[in-house]
Structures are given as structure tokens and as C-alpha cells.
């Protein structure tokens, strides 16, 4: 799992509203325009993030990896019939084609995540989002980004504890049962002491939250989140209405 590392990329040095904007804009580019055209326009600006975030994309794959065999089972699932054909090439593609679609936003998440800190997105969202739901959004992103590596980190702790065991021997539900059972009982207990850390430090919902600042960088990179964006406008052209009465 990715997590923020400093650095001095190009991407580092974004605002993250601006690179928030790329990601919203992307989403919705490939998602509106399922075609080669805009399969091709969305590989290309998550090649154009991974070389600005410095971030090899066989990294993304490692990190990612569980995400992308999921994604990998869609088309042969698509594709699978209870009778002859037992395998139909149509769903398959149109399925793979669906798949497709969230490659790029993956790899997109990936360099925010590796180039953003945890502080400036709260602040981003709660710049975006004024109020009491801004900052509620905002803690929410905070703890999941700083709690959700530190779970995993623990499965990982557990699932090792019992292969030292000679865990493999056991029958492949007992193994996923302990893990899990496990797993569960040290979150809660992360969970607990989270919420004493939070007290003792006098938690508060507007603390100082570092400042950001647009530059002429980032206006260039939120108007291309902008661009990506507006994409389903631009299959409303002439000629595709039907008139009413």
C-alpha cells in the first residue's frame, strides 16, 4: 500500500486542490467516453502523472495488486455461460472494456496519494467544502489515510505469526478465520487507543492547517482537471436532439 514520501517532483510541489481536480476530471473523462479515444487520453495523463510524481508504475502494480487481479477476473467472469458457448467473447470484451476504465484512476490515486500529505488534503477538502461538513470530511480522509496502512500492516503482522506456526497446515478456512479474528480484535484496539490519543491531545475540529497557495502551475493543472470534466459535453453536439411536439 502507497503512502505520502517526500520529495521534490513535480508533483510534490502541486496544490492538492489542483491534483484533486485532475483526479475528478479523469474519473469522469473515462467513465463518459468509453471508447479507444478516450481510453488512449486517459492512459496518457496517467503516464503524465506517473512521470510527474516520479513513481514507477510497476511499483503502482506491486502495491496495488490485489485491486488489479480483481479487475483481471471481471472479463472471464463477464464471459462465462451456463451452456454452449461456455464462453461468450461479447460480455468478455464489454466487460474488459469496463475494467479498462478504471486503470487510469487507479494509477491517478496512486501519485496523489505518494505526493500528498495527509495535513494538505485535509486542508484541501476543507477549503473546497466550508463548514462543519468540510471539517467533517476532512478528519474522515485524515484517519483513513493514517489508520487503513497501520491495519494492514497488522494482517500482514498476523498472517505471518501464524505461518511461523506452521499455520499452513490448517485447512484454508481455520487460516482466514484466525487471521481475520485476529486482525479485528487489534483494530478495535487501535481504534480505543485512537480515541484516547485524540482526547489527551485536546482534539479540535479547526486546527491550523498549513496554507496553500495557487500558482501558475497549478492553474494550468486544475483547468486540465476542468477540461477532462467537461467530456460528456462534448457529445452534445448539433444534430443529436430530438425534438419535442
Given at each position: 500500500?502507497?503512502?505520502?514520501e517526500p520529495?521534490?517532483?513535480l ?5 492538492p486542490?489542483?491534483k ?6 479523469i474519473a469522469i473523462a ?5 471508447t479507444?479515444?478516450?481510453?488512449a487520453?486517459g492512459g ?5 502523472a506517473?512521470?510527474a510524481?516520479?513513481l514507477?508504475?510497476?511499483?503502482v502494480l506491486?502495491a496495488?495488486?490485489?485491486v488489479?487481479l480483481?479487475?483481471a477476473?471481471?472479463?472471464v ?12 467473447v461479447?460480455p ?16 491517478v490515486?496512486?501519485v496523489?496519494v ?8 485535509r486542508?484541501?477538502?476543507q ?7 468540510g471539517?467533517?470530511f ?7 489515510f ?7 500492516g497488522?494482517l500482514r503482522t498476523v498472517?505471518?505469526a ?5 499455520g499452513?497446515r490448517r485447512?484454508?478456512?481455520?487460516r482466514v478465520?484466525?487471521?481475520l ?5 487489534r483494530s478495535?484496539l ?5 480515541t ?5 491531545r485536546?482534539?479540535?475540529?479547526n486546527?491550523?492547517?498549513?496554507a496553500?497557495?495557487?500558482r501558475?502551475?497549478?492553474?494550468l493543472?486544475a483547468a486540465l482537471?476542468l477540461a ?15 425534438p419535442?411536439g
Open positions: 500500500m502507497l503512502t505520502y520529495g521534490d517532483s508533483a510534490h510541489g502541486l496544490d486542490r489542483a484533486l481536480a485532475v483526479q475528478f476530471g473515462v467513465f463518459s467516453h468509453p479507444a479515444r478516450g481510453f487520453v496518457a495523463v496517467a503516464l503524465a506517473l512521470a510524481g516520479r514507477s508504475p510497476v511499483r506491486r496495488y495488486r490485489v488489479f480483481f479487475l477476473v471481471g472479463p467472469l463477464g464471459g462465462l455461460a451456463l451452456g454452449d458457448p461456455w464462453f461468450r461479447g468478455a470484451l464489454e466487460s474488459a472494456r469496463a475494467v479498462a476504465r478504471v486503470v487510469p484512476v487507479v494509477f490515486s496512486a496523489y505518494r505526493t500528498t500529505p495527509v495535513r494538505e488534503t486542508a484541501a477538502i477549503r473546497l467544502l466550508p463548514g462543519r461538513i471539517r467533517l476532512g478528519v474522515g480522509v485524515g484517519l483513513v493514517r489508520f487503513f496502512p497501520v491495519v494492514l497488522d498472517r505471518a501464524v505461518r511461523a506456526r506452521a499452513e485447512p484454508l478456512r481455520d478465520s484466525r487471521v479474528a485476529r486482525g479485528l480484535q478495535q487501535r481504534a480505543d487507543r485512537l484516547l490519543a485524540l482526547r489527551a485536546c482534539f479540535a475540529w486546527p491550523t492547517l498549513p496553500l497557495r495557487f501558475t502551475r497549478d492553474y493543472v482537471g477532462l470534466a467537461c467530456a460528456p459535453l462534448f457529445t452534445l453536439v448539433p444534430g443529436r436532439f430530438i419535442i
